[in-house]
């Protein structure tokens, strides 16, 4: 079946530093792609999409970028900060089917 | 606030109880979701309704039973649970069920199974 995987489970970083944090899908057909972050004890909330036609998209701090030939996707956030900590998911989407989630990435923000 | 509000946040219930969790969303969607979360697993999706219809049954155990009384509302009742039923129930919604735009969550209700 489809799957969508995350390559680290834990990331620590130093607050200022810049943060990756990696996804690998397996569906070379899905359209679009959502990256989530969830703080403890709340609910995931979206933080940037890029869909299948674009390879780059920029937000606030944050960038993602999508390379299709590997069926790769990564979240950047910029100068990262304590409240940055929560686990991070990607999403995949195919139109008109259901979102496929990554089991998550805990991102610890280091003072 | 996302405008999806789940309730009550936190539920402690015997593997006898009957229970209800309740979802409520203020952002015009029509269609609604019920999803799993459990340590370290994915999210795991149960139910989708979209305008009211239920369109996915994940082959969820029929201990839990959904219900979608209209667009805004949406309800999952428990009962004969299991201790591995244990886990954050998070409510979603969009805009339709065609998985064209992002999931709106809500903060979740967290179930122990006793």
């Known amino acids: 079946g489809e799957s969508v995987g995350l390559h680290l489970p834990t990331l620590s970083v130093q607050e200022g530093d810049n943060s990756i944090i990696n996804c690998a899908y397996s569906n070379s057909a899905s359209d679009y792609f959502i990256w989530y972050k969830q703080e403890s004890g709340k609910g995931p909330q979206f933080i940037i999409d890029i869909r299948s036609n674009m390879d780059k998209r920029q937000g606030q701090r944050v960038t993602v970028l999508l390379n299709k030939t590997v069926k790769h996707l990564s979240l950047q956030i910029a100068a990262t900060q304590p409240g940055d900590s929560a686990v991070y998911f990607c999403a995949e989407i195919n139109y008109g089917q259901n979102f496929v989630f990554g089991p998550g990435t805990r991102l610890s923000v280091l003072p | 606030e996302t405008g999806v509000t789940q309730t009550p946040r936190h539920l402690v219930m015997g593997m006898t109880n009957k229970k209800s969790l309740k979802c409520e969303q203020h952002l015009g969607h029509n269609a609604m979701y019920w999803y799993k979360q459990s340590a370290k697993k994915p999210l795991e999706l149960m139910f989708v309704y979209n305008f009211k219809e239920q369109t996915e049954n994940n082959s969820v155990p029929s201990r839990f039973s959904p219900e979608c009384p209209n667009s805004s509302h949406l309800f999952l009742h428990l009962h004969t649970l299991q201790p591995e039923d244990s886990a954050l129930y998070l409510c979603?919604?969009?805009?339709?069920?065609?998985?064209?735009?992002?999931?709106?969550f809500g903060e979740g209700s967290r179930l122990t199974v006793l």
């Open positions: 979603a919604s969009s805009p339709s069920g065609l998985a064209a735009g992002e999931l709106f």
